[in-house]
């Protein structure tokens, strides 16, 4: 699984994990020159809470199969609008001997290495922005040099093509 791609799953159900708000993060912290909020995230899973899903295609038959657990989610998931991560998540809680594949796969999807390399090249790239800005901060007010630091401390973002 990789961030900010379509993804399809075997029941039709195409999906997206977004780090749009974790950009949005970035990007206010270098603006207000605050590091507060980007010292809380320090393991791959801190990064959830800033994560979100979108279902592109087939919300109904998804909720239809975790009717049980979508009740809280399904306006956004039926509007194409991006639903928290844990809250997507949820949706695959079950019994044991339950089926379910849209579950069975979103686990491996989530599993999978290249979802925890992403998550792990997020985190280097948050503490980055922070050592820029936690410089930039400290740096005497006459020798800074304003808000033209913030291209760049928000430049290694791109890579994750937000």
């Keep these: 699984m990789s961030l900010n791609q379509n993804y399809s799953l075997q029941t039709g159900v195409v999906l997206e994990i977004s780090a749009a708000t974790l950009h949005h ?10 590091t507060t909020a980007l010292i809380k995230i320090r393991r791959p899973a801190d ?12 919300a109904h038959g998804l909720i239809k199969r975790r009717h049980a657990w979508a009740k809280k989610i399904k306006g956004d998931l039926l509007a194409g609008k991006p639903v928290s991560f844990k809250n997507f998540d949820n949706l695959f809680w079950r019994h044991l001997d339950e089926e379910d594949p849209d ?17 792990t090249s997020l985190l280097d790239t948050l503490r980055s922005v922070e050592r820029r800005l936690h410089q930039t901060i400290n740096t005497p007010s006459d020798l800074n040099l ?17």
């Design 25 to 34: 993060l970035i990007k206010s912290a270098a603006y207000e020159q605050r």
């Design 47 to 58: 990064l959830y809470d800033y994560l979100s899903v979108i279902v592109h295609q087939d």
């Design 103 to 119: 579950g069975d796969e979103w686990y491996r999807l989530i599993a999978d290495e290249r979802f925890h390399f992403q998550l």
């Design 146 to 162: 304003g808000l033209g630091n913030v291209d760049m401390m928000t430049s290694d973002i791109s890579l994750f093509q937000y």
